[in-house]
């Protein structure tokens, strides 16, 4: 496959990607069927807290769920917290007008629902402290968020990246979790999730034919530096170390459920006709995508 090799910056690049962005959104809005909330949370097995309406006070051995999936659960929470700081990175990057303002505000309004949900189901099931919930939420909005990669290619690598790292670790708590209203709130969870992830490595796809150099050269910059953006969360170390430790999230699943398919989706080892700086580019990508499988197979084989 050859591509002609002409260089954009970021205005021109996003004006030229925005036909693209708006076909996604089409295709988007009409797979994303709505679902609610309320829906999926077991409201019955619900009791009030102490406080105003002087109910039972949390206490851990109230906690009916796995330990690994409330840690899964827990960490995914807080990262969706920081919703708001996202929403303004994100309009920042690609603006609030036209398809991507639109792209933008569906996003957001399908993202909010995750946190209530999961919210809901933790205090609803007492599978976690309530007030520790409330301060470590607002310790981590209070914070913001600022997106490590200023440049547009390497946000949409990014966000592709985040987005189908995010819909392997929901689907993989499911597959954990042995409670059948979790399970359905999570398989809707990882739905969204995986159609957030198509919108970007569509408009990402778009962007290898118009400037392969520059995403081969994104890759190779985001793969190696990648983190979740609730890295800043109280205990978010802990947690991701639970995740690890649990197989929910690992270096394995990184690498064989997210940085694989993305690159084999890409196609970027079969482009031809690439600049000197590409061909330097794929090299540096060649040895990330190395690296990340070395790392993958040491943890798969440890004790």
Known sequence: MTQAC?????????????????????EHLKSADEWYPHEYIPWGVGRDFDGVLGGEPWSPQQTGIDSAVRDGLLHNLLSEDNLPSYHHAIAQLFG??????????????????HGLAIRDYLLVTRATDPVALEDARRA?????????????VESLVYVTLQELA????????????????????LRRISQDENRHMLFYRTVLSEAVKIDPDRVLTACATVIPTFRSPGHA?????????????????TPTCHHDDVVVPMMRFLGLFELTGLSPAGDAARERLTEVVTHSEARARRFASRD
């Open 140 to 152: 981590h909005v209070q914070q913001g968020y600022s997106i490590d990669y200023r440049g547009v």
């Open 233 to 249: 969360a109280p205990g978010f170390t802990n947690l991701a170390l639970s995740m690890m430790r649990s197989g929910i999230y």
């Open 166 to 185: 995010t819909r392997t670790s929901y689907s993989n708590i499911r597959r954990k979790c042995g409670d059948r209203a979790c399970d359905a709130l």
């Open 96 to 113: 609030n007008d036209g398809a991507w303002g639109a792209w933008v505000n569906q996003w957001t309004a399908e993202e909010g629902r």
């Open 6 to 26: 002409v260089p954009h910056d970021d205005a021109a690049l996003l004006f030229e990607l925005e036909p693209t962005a708006g076909r996604a959104l089409d």
